[in-house]
């Protein structure tokens, strides 16, 4: 039985008993903008951030009949979800059923939840493991992304993830953001909350933004009233580059680690729903990617060669030359062990195994000197200051295991078609990076915004990174990327039916 605490409460009970019981906040926050004498604009429905979830919601918002308008406070469209090097996990997808592979919406969940350590938001939870394969249908036949390849990512039971073209968030992007200019749904960006308006009986009518907005000064652009008949979508992503907020979640997380995200992950608009009451959920789970090279800035590219690497080669501790985590266990776990040892760990796979790592990802590993090839193991050892001896043995024990198709050591997936590492090898260094905040907003299964007083905020709905509660402690590779464009599109389909 999963311990009962304020976390796993507020995370597994507050979306499934709020979104039953239909509860109204009884009165504005006395920090919201007044309501203003005369609006600037007015639309049904206005959608704040322009990645997977905020397109989604305003693609969903617009096909059921709502005058939508897209928000973004950056110089460029896509936020986080532009730089995603992943894929959707769905399944049931078509990529899975020509592989031969068996899935369902139960076994993600039961993954997510597993992961989460059961402090998941259960019902949300369902929401997106029950929503992801319709989610892959309309992304691939609705809005035309395409999808090359099916990838693995540590933590799931099966390979789950539609990886979009060339592993590239872009590329997912970019049709979401032609289909808006199909339907008529506008794009402004340098436009950032500021407040939301709420009225005297505590429905949020609108926002308060700054109109030609330069990050990151605070005061510039001007002040525009923007009304919104029927609601505001919150889908601004996380605050992973916001060390102060991050390190008062988290003390751990200092200024000494980077980030992966884009430079304005700052939390901002989900601050703007905190200051009208707006509750929040386990944001002090903050999940680090333990495939970030210390070798390149940002996200970089050997995630992409790492995550397609895990059940091929191995991670080692080139202080011992030994291997000392499960190469395709979640992020926590492999972060964790990988800050334990105190330095940068290395991951090393032979040529023969590298055949799921795309071709561009080498290339551009090898161009910015992230990702390394060597002629033998030896070069490899001399290269990072590794014992050859203890790597070598090392080695010798994962050819084993790979050849039992048993891990005795670490219990890691070890796939099908792995073959013994030898001859020439690729590596790279690896150390964490702030990469996804679990936590945020509380919603329920309708993506409504709950309040500090446990009822729903009329006229607010929130998806994606800015919420919390539906990934628990751990967030799985690619289901974030479910996550955005499921909720996305339950908040843009509820916020266009409510009347206005």
């Known amino acids: 039985m999963t311990k009962l605490n304020r976390r796993s409460f507020l995370g597994a009970s507050i979306g499934g008993a709020l979104g ?3 509860l109204i906040a009884g009165e504005a926050c006395a920090r919201s903008t007044p309501v203003p004498a005369k609006w600037d604009r007015t639309v049904d429905v206005l959608v704040v951030g322009s990645g997977f979830s905020g397109l989604s919601a305003a693609i969903e918002a617009r096909t059921n009949g709502a005058e939508v308008l897209c928000i973004e406070k950056m110089a460029v469209i896509g936020g986080n979800s532009v730089l995603s090097a992943g894929g959707l996990a769905s399944p049931g997808n078509d990529l899975q059923v020509a592989a031969g592979i068996k899935d369902s919406p139960e076994l993600l969940l039961a993954d997510m939840l597993k992961s989460g350590g059961h402090l998941n938001n259960v019902e949300c939870a369902k929401v997106v493991a029950y929503g992801a394969l319709d989610a892959y249908r309309w992304a691939k036949d609705f809005l035309g992304v395409k999808f090359d390849r099916l990838g693995y990512q540590g933590g799931h039971s099966v390979a789950r993830s539609a990886c979009y073209m060339n592993g590239n968030g872009a590329n997912m992007i970019g049709p979401m953001t032609k289909k808006c200019r199909e339907i008529g749904v506008p794009i402004e960006t340098r436009t950032r909350l500021a407040n939301l308006v709420v009225d005297d009986k505590g429905a949020v009518i609108g926002a308060e933004v700054q109109k030609g907005y330069a990050f990151p000064k605070e005061n510039s652009g001007k002040k525009v009233m923007i ?274």
């Open 20 to 22: 039953a019981s239909g």
């Open 227 to 500: 009304r919104a008949r029927k609601a505001v979508i919150i889908c601004s992503g996380g605050f992973s580059q916001n060390v102060k907020l991050r390190m008062l979640h988290d003390p751990r997380l200092g200024p000494q680690l980077d980030s992966t995200n884009q430079p304005g992950a700052t939390g901002d608009a989900m601050q703007a729903a905190q200051r009208i009451g707006a509750a929040d959920v386990q944001m002090d789970w903050i999940q680090l990617g333990p495939w970030t090279s210390p070798d390149e800035k940002g996200f970089g590219v050997c995630p992409k060669f790492v995550e397609s690497s895990v059940g091929y080669g191995l991670m080692v501790d080139p202080k011992t030359g030994r291997r000392f985590v499960n190469e395709t266990g979640n992020r926590k776990v492999r972060s964790d062990a990988i800050l334990l040892t105190g330095h940068p760990a290395v991951l090393l796979v032979s040529e023969a195994n590298i055949k799921h790592v795309p071709p561009s990802t080498i290339e551009a590993g090898l161009k910015n000197g992230a990702i390394r090839k060597f002629a033998d193991l030896g070069s490899l050892a001399a290269a990072y200051g590794i014992d050859a001896g203890a790597l070598g043995k090392s080695v010798a024990r994962w050819n084993e295991a790979i050849a039992a198709r048993k891990d005795p050591d670490y219990a890691a997936k070890i796939f099908d078609d792995t073959v013994p590492n030898e001859g020439t090898f690729y590596a790279c260094r690896l150390w964490p990076r702030v990469h996804y905040c679990m936590g945020g907003l509380a919603i329920n299964t309708k993506a409504e915004v709950i309040s500090t007083d446990l009822a729903v905020i009329p006229g607010l709905y929130a998806a994606g990174e800015a919420t919390g509660g539906v990934h628990g402690m751990v967030r799985l590779g690619t289901v974030s990327i479910a996550d955005c464009l499921v909720f996305g599109r339950v908040a843009g389909r509820n916020a266009a039916r409510r009347a206005a």
